[in-house]
C-alpha cells in the first residue's frame, strides 16, 4: 500500500479528535491572497471596462487610481499565489493540482447529481475524495481562468510590445475569464456560506479543519484514506519506539 | 445636418503640407521635431498632437516613376471600430458622419488605438486621454469648411453633401483612370463607407492602407457574443443562488442543518471547553 501521501512529515497527524485537517496554512493563505485579490481586481477592472461601474471608482479616487490599484493587486494575485508553489510546504498545492486534474466517473456522477444538491435535495452519487466533482470544476475554472487572465493581461499593460492583432484577442480572453470566474465565485460564495450542508466546509479554509462528520459524510473515501494512513504511521512509531528502546536496553 | 463627405484626389496633391500645418494651427497642436522617413515624407504615424500628416511613395514602373502622395487623417467611418471598441462611451458620431472623442470621458484605456484597422488615435501616457482628428466638426457645425479643405491650394480636397459628392468623385475616377488605370475610390463601401473618402492612384496596399478594413472579429465577438452572453452567465449564477436559499428554506433544511450543528458542536464544544 502506499502510504503517507498527505500525512507525511506532518507528525501530529491530521486526526484530532473530531477535526480532521483539511487545508494546510500555505493553502489558506493562497485561497485568501487569490480570493481577496480577485474582489479588488473585479472592482477596478469593472470600473475601466463599464460605464455603469465608473462612477464607484470616486470611492478609491477616480479611474485613473483604480487602473494602478488594478495593477498592483494583479502581481499579488499572480506572484503571492504562485511563489506558494514552490515555499513553506507546498506539496498541499501540488496535490491539489494533482486531484483536480484527475475528473474520474464518479465525479462526473456527482456533477450531474449537484443541481438538485445545489437546490437542496438529496442525490446519489458515490463518497468523493478530498474534493468532489463540484469542487474539481470550480478548481479548474480558477486555474485556468487565472491562467488566461493573466496572460492576457500581460498582453494588455505591455500592449505597445505585442502585435496589434494579439493585444485585440487578448482583451475578450480577459473578458470571458472575468464573467467565468466571476458565475463561479458566485456559486463557490454560496456553497461556502449559504448552503445548509455544504457551508460546513467553511471552517477548513479559517482554521484549516473540518469535523469528521462531514469529513465521512461528503468527503467519505478521503477521510478512509487518511485513517489508514495514520493508523500504519502510528504503527510505525510503535514499532521505532520498540526498535530504539531495544538498542538502548542492549547498549547497557 | 445631413451626411458630409471630404474626397481627397490625390491626382490633385501635390503634397504641400498645408494641410497639416493649417490643422494644427486650428486645432493649437504644438510643432513637434520631425526626421524624414521616406524622400518628402516627415511623420511616420499618427501622434496625439499630429492628426494629419503626408505620406510620400515614389512608384517605378516601366522607366517611370509615380509619385503617390496621400494625406493620412481619421477615415471617420460610418461603422468605427473605435467608437465600438471603446468602453466609457467617449467616442461618438455625429449626423453630419464625424467620429469624435469627448476627452471629458475617455480614460485612456487604448482599446480604440488597438482595434483601429488604420492605427489612428494615439493616447496620451501623461494625460491619459486618447486623441485624433476632429473633422474640424465645430467649424463644419458652424459652416465652414475643415481646416485642412479650407486651406488646400490644388483643390485635392473639397467637401459637401455626401451624396453629391460621391457622383463627383465618380466622375472625377473615370477622367484620372484613363491616365491612371489603377485609380480606385476608397472609403465609398469600406467601413460602412467613410466621411473621408480618397480617390487613390494604385491599389490601397500599395498605399500601405489595408485592403477590405473591417471590425475585427475579436471585437464583435467581444462585444456582441461574449458581453451579453457572460450578462446572462453572471446574472444566471446569481439567480441560481437566490432560488437555492429560497429552496433549502422551503425544505426547511436550514433548521434541519441548525439543529444537526447544534447537536453536533455541542457534544465537541463541551469536550473542549469551548477553546476554539
Redo the contacts between chains.
Keep these: 500500500m502506499v502510504v503517507n501521501l498527505e500525512t507525511k512529515k506532518i507528525p501530529a497527524g491530521r486526526i484530532a479528535?473530531?477535526k480532521v485537517l483539511r487545508f494546510s496554512v500555505g493553502e489558506r493563505i493562497s485561497h485568501w491572497v487569490h480570493a481577496i485579490s480577485f474582489f479588488v481586481l473585479l472592482f477596478t477592472g469593472l470600473g475601466?471596462?463599464?460605464?455603469f461601474f465608473?462612477p464607484a471608482m470616486s470611492i478609491i479616487g477616480g479611474?485613473?487610481v483604480a487602473?494602478v490599484i488594478h495593477r498592483v493587486s494583479a502581481i499579488v494575485f499572480v506572484v503571492v499565489v504562485g511563489m506558494m508553489f514552490f515555499i513553506g510546504n507546498p506539496r498541499y498545492h501540488w496535490r491539489w493540482l494533482k486531484f483536480v486534474f484527475n475528473f474520474t466517473k464518479s465525479d462526473w456522477q456527482h456533477v450531474s447529481a449537484f443541481p438538485k444538491e445545489?437546490?437542496?435535495?438529496h442525490g446519489n452519487y458515490p463518497a468523493p475524495d478530498k474534493f468532489n466533482g463540484g469542487e474539481k470544476i470550480n478548481s479548474l475554472i480558477t486555474i485556468l481562468g487565472t491562467v488566461f487572465i493573466t496572460l492576457s493581461g500581460v498582453v494588455m499593460w505591455f500592449?505597445s510590445s505585442f502585435p496589434?492583432?494579439l493585444?485585440?484577442?487578448a482583451?475578450?480572453v480577459h473578458?470571458?475569464s472575468m464573467?467565468?470566474m466571476?458565475?463561479?465565485v458566485?456559486?463557490h460564495?454560496?456553497l461556502g456560506l449559504?448552503?445548509?450542508?455544504s457551508r460546513?466546509a467553511m471552517s477548513g479554509m479559517i482554521?484549516g479543519y473540518v469535523?469528521t462528520?462531514f469529513a465521512r459524510a461528503h468527503h467519505g473515501d478521503w477521510l478512509e484514506r487518511l485513517e489508514q494512513e495514520q493508523k500504519a504511521y502510528d504503527d510505525s512509531e510503535i514499532i521505532n519506539h520498540r526498535l530504539d528502546n531495544r538498542g538502548k536496553g542492549s547498549s547497557f | 445636418m445631413t451626411r458630409k463627405m471630404v474626397l481627397v484626389d490625390t491626382s490633385k496633391c501635390t503634397g504641400c503640407k498645408a494641410c497639416s500645418v493649417a490643422c494644427k494651427e486650428w486645432n493649437e497642436l504644438p510643432a513637434e521635431k520631425t526626421k524624414l522617413i521616406t524622400s518628402y515624407q516627415t511623420h511616420k504615424d499618427f501622434t496625439t498632437k499630429t492628426w494629419t500628416y503626408m505620406t510620400f511613395l515614389e512608384k517605378y514602373e516601366k522607366q517611370s516613376m509615380n509619385w503617390l502622395m496621400r494625406k493620412a487623417q481619421c477615415f471617420h467611418c460610418a461603422d468605427p471600430a473605435c467608437l465600438k471598441?471603446c468602453?466609457?462611451?467617449a467616442i461618438a458620431k455625429t449626423e453630419s458622419g464625424f467620429v469624435v472623442i469627448d476627452q471629458e470621458k475617455c480614460?485612456?484605456?487604448?482599446?480604440c488605438?488597438?482595434?483601429c484597422p488604420f492605427?489612428v488615435p494615439k493616447v496620451d501616457p501623461i494625460k491619459?486621454k486618447a486623441y485624433k482628428c476632429t473633422g474640424c466638426i465645430e467649424r463644419v457645425e458652424n459652416n465652414l469648411l475643415p481646416a485642412c479643405v479650407y486651406t488646400c491650394q490644388p483643390g485635392a480636397l473639397s467637401f459637401g453633401e455626401r451624396d453629391a459628392m460621391l457622383g463627383q468623385a465618380k466622375d472625377r475616377l473615370a477622367k484620372v483612370q484613363k491616365t491612371h488605370p489603377k485609380a480606385q475610390l476608397y472609403g465609398e463601401k469600406e467601413m460602412g463607407g467613410s466621411t473621408f473618402l480618397y480617390l487613390l492612384l494604385d491599389s490601397p496596399e500599395v498605399y500601405g492602407l489595408p485592403i477590405n478594413p473591417t471590425i475585427?472579429l475579436?471585437?464583435t465577438?467581444?462585444k456582441d457574443v461574449?458581453?451579453p452572453v457572460?450578462?446572462i452567465?453572471?446574472g444566471?449564477?446569481?439567480a441560481?443562488?437566490v432560488?437555492?436559499?429560497f429552496?433549502?428554506l422551503?425544505?426547511g433544511?436550514?433548521r434541519?442543518?441548525d439543529e444537526k450543528?447544534e447537536n453536533?458542536s455541542g457534544d465537541?464544544d463541551r469536550?473542549k471547553g469551548g477553546k476554539?
Design positions: 479528535e473530531d475601466v471596462l463599464s460605464v465608473q479611474v485613473q487602473m445545489f437546490f437542496g435535495g500592449a496589434p492583432a493585444v485585440r484577442w482583451y475578450p473578458d470571458l464573467i467565468l466571476t458565475a463561479a458566485i456559486g460564495m454560496y449559504l448552503h445548509p450542508d460546513a482554521n469535523s462528520k | 471598441a468602453s466609457s462611451n480614460t485612456g484605456c487604448g482599446y488605438v488597438e482595434n492605427g491619459k475585427p475579436s471585437l465577438l467581444w461574449i458581453r457572460g450578462g452567465a453572471v444566471g449564477a446569481a441560481a443562488v432560488i437555492g436559499v429552496a433549502n422551503f425544505r433544511n436550514y434541519q442543518s450543528v453536533d465537541s469536550k476554539d
